[in-house]
């Protein structure tokens, strides 16, 4: 799905004054990862995280040209695809949400951090931002056992651990926005869709409320907001 986004405010200003320009050519975002990136459970793509990230943009004065590349069901592994698809659409921006499936299939946390380093190493070297979301605590989702989600805490700390150091060691940026969405979504049932796994649209709205600071910053320093005097 693509969403393109415009904004066509100017502000007016006094002589030496700094004034700040939006380039002429849109900032290329794209959404990589598994069913939360791709909205899975929302009533509407407009409820979705990369649709509700482009609002965000907007907000801050950018023209976006948005395109979600997430496939539900995907791994770490299965990033090397959509990396690929990034870098031939040239994008500027990349929020990879990843995680989720690597721990219900049991992949080891040192090859899913591996494969998720390796693609934000590829989209840094293509010269995009990238803003990575770690793994989700899963162990307060409904659909967990009581007696296990111990142990699946201990799971995803691990993995989430690992995916912030291959990331960071790869020159991407880490949203560490995991335990507070578990706290909220463990609070609040009508955050997550009628399959007790995935988020419901109000889920996805605090996603990417607690998303946008990140985005909106790697944005900023991606230099598609550049500053001159008039």
Request: glycine fraction near 8%.
């Amino acid at each position: 799905m693509i969403a393109r986004v415009h904004s066509s405010g100017h502000s007016a200003g006094e002589r030496g004054v700094e004034l700040s320009v939006i380039n002429d050519a849109p900032l290329r975002l794209v959404v990589l990862g598994d069913s939360i990136a791709y909205g899975t459970g929302a009533q509407q793509v407009r409820e979705t995280v990369g649709p509700r990230l482009v609002r965000a943009l907007e907000r801050d004065g950018y023209d976006v040209d948005m395109q979600v590349l997430a496939v539900p069901g995907a791994t770490s592994r299965d990033l090397a695809a959509q990396v690929r698809r990034a870098v031939s659409l040239g994008a500027d921006l990349a929020l990879i949400v990843v995680g989720a499936n690597d721990l219900t299939r049991l992949v080891p946390p040192t090859q899913a951090a591996g494969a998720l380093g390796a693609a934000v190493t590829a989209l840094r070297a293509a010269g995009a931002r990238v803003v990575v979301a770690p793994a989700p605590d899963l162990s307060d989702f409904p659909a967990i056992p009581p007696a296990i989600r111990p142990f699946v805490h201990q799971a995803c700390l691990r993995l989430q651990q690992q995916q912030a150091a291959a990331t960071e060691a790869a020159g991407g940026v880490v949203a560490p926005v995991s335990a507070e969405l578990a706290r909220v979504f463990a609070a609040d049932p009508a955050l997550f869709s009628r399959d007790r796994y995935h988020p419901s649209s109000a889920g996805y709205a605090r996603i990417a409320d607690v998303l946008a600071p990140y985005i909106v910053a790697a944005a900023r320093d991606h230099g598609a907001v550049t500053t001159h005097r008039a």
